[in-house]
């Protein structure tokens, strides 16, 4: 089950400065896509989300940009700060009506470290 | 702040053994699930839950598997006969009904899990 991939293992940046994390999808379908943080020995928690019918969604230093055309979305971290060091999955899922939550499916994560 | 929890924190077990893996949702949430993440691989979904009964299950979750929410506060996942390959982290998830547009699902800390 390949619906959701984050092609990048891992990535390193300095303190101060942007962090990109990339995420496709296979699955036409699905029309919500979320990112996932999670520190060690600790499960993960919602970071963003973005809904279909946008293509950007920002909060604070975390902003989230979907291309639905190439099935991409990606998470913009600026500045990126040390303690933002996680491994980051991105999530997407098939909305319903009737706030069904199923479908979710994670990519294999993208472990962010940020240098000071 | 609510949050999700989970026991036992690290279950050790032997091949061919039940176990069963407890959590306690967020206390107002009506939809749980369970997913695993098999070391160094991506979160898996395994089951949703909803009214007392499954409302999805992947095809991880096989005959072996089983949920239950034997009263108001736990949701437990018990694993009828081990095998090797069911030692992973296995994470519990609460979501709220209404959350339409957000779909946050919080999750619990993990089991880990290890079968010898």
């Known amino acids: 089950d390949q619906q959701v991939k984050q092609n990048s293992p891992s990535l390193s940046v300095q303190e101060g400065r942007i962090s990109i994390l990339n995420c496709d999808y296979t699955?036409?379908?699905?029309?919500?896509f979320l990112w996932y943080k999670k520190y060690p020995a600790e499960g993960p928690t919602f970071l963003i989300s973005?809904?279909?019918?946008?293509d950007k969604n920002e909060d604070g230093r975390f902003t989230v940009f979907l291309n639905k055309s190439a099935k991409h979305l990606s998470l913009h971290i600026v500045p990126s700060q040390p303690g933002d060091s996680a491994v980051y999955f991105c999530?997407?899922?098939?909305?319903?009506?009737?706030?069904?939550?199923?479908?979710?499916?994670f990519g294999a994560g993208t472990r962010l470290t940020v240098k000071p | 702040e609510p949050e999700v929890t989970q026991t036992p924190s690290h279950q050790v077990t032997q091949m061919g053994q039940e176990v069963i893996l407890r959590c306690v949702p967020i206390?107002?949430?009506?939809?749980f699930y369970w997913y695993r993440q098999i070391l160094g691989q991506k979160v898996e979904f395994l089951v949703s839950f909803y009214n007392n009964e499954i409302s999805e299950k992947s095809e991880i979750f096989d005959d072996q598997f089983s949920v239950e929410r034997p009263d108001g506060s736990n949701f437990t996942l018990k694993i009828r006969s081990t095998k090797l390959e069911d030692s992973a982290m296995y994470f519990c998830?609460?979501?709220?009904?209404?959350?339409?547009?957000?779909?946050?699902?919080?999750f619990g800390p993990g089991t880990r899990l290890t079968v010898l």
């Open positions: 999530a997407a899922a098939v909305k319903q009506q009737r706030a069904n939550n199923n479908d979710m499916r």
């Open positions: 206390s107002n949430h009506l939809y």
């Open positions: 998830a609460s979501s709220a009904i209404g959350q339409a547009f957000r779909n946050e699902q919080f």
């Open positions: 973005i809904s279909s019918i946008k």
């Open positions: 699955n036409s379908m699905f029309d919500y």
